[in-house]
Every structure is written in C-alpha cells, then in structure tokens.
C-alpha cells in the first residue's frame, strides 16, 4: 500500500517534474540511435523494432524480477498508449527530431 497523503504526492509530482528535463534530454538522441542504427546498416522497420525490443527487455531485466516484470510491461505499455493518444489529440507535444 503507498502512502498517497498530499506531502508525498507532492515529493513524488516534484521528482516527476525534476526527471522530466532528463527524459526530454535522453528521449531524442536514444530514438534516433534506435531508428539510425539499423537503417544506416540496410535495414528495415522491423529491424528497429526488433532492437526497441531488444532494448525494452534489457531494460526490465535490470531493474524488474522476474514475475514481477509482467505488471512493469503492462504499465510500459499503457503509458505508451497513453501518450500517443495525446499526441493525436494535440495535447502532448512529441519532441523527436529526425
């Protein structure tokens, strides 16, 4: 059970908002070294996808036991899905350059 009284909400509001300046600065270099890499090398779409696979499942794998990872993809993937759904709508500015 978390302790969701406002004190911690806001610690947590404001660690969010600190490591959003870190994700905005990481996001765009790291997907252009994912999408780059394979095209550069001849490949394909499915090339890049099977490295952001590669890369998400490193990713678990080094912080999320195993068993436990099924909850940590679930809520990977809904966040992704989440933020596309704004980004059609206009409500999330997507900040990857080609």
């Known amino acids: 059970m978390t ?9 947590s509001a404001d660690r969010h908002v600190c490591s959003s300046g ?5 996001a765009g ?3 252009r070294q994912i999408v780059k890499g394979p095209l ?30 099924e909850i940590v993809l679930e809520t990977l993937t809904k966040g992704v899905s989440e933020r596309l759904a704004k980004i059609r709508l206009g409500r999330f500015e997507a900040d990857v350059k080609q």
Not at 3 to 11: G, I, L, T, Y
Not at 52 to 64: K, M, P, R
Request: hydrophobic share 45%.
């Open 3 to 11: 302790d969701e009284s406002p004190k911690n909400q806001a610690k």
């Open 22 to 26: 870190v994700h905005n600065r990481l």
């Open 29 to 31: 270099d790291i997907v």
């Open 40 to 69: 550069d090398a001849g490949g394909d779409v499915t090339d890049v996808l099977v490295l952001l696979e590669s890369v998400v499942s490193g990713v678990l794998l080094t912080f999320a036991k195993l068993g436990r990872d």
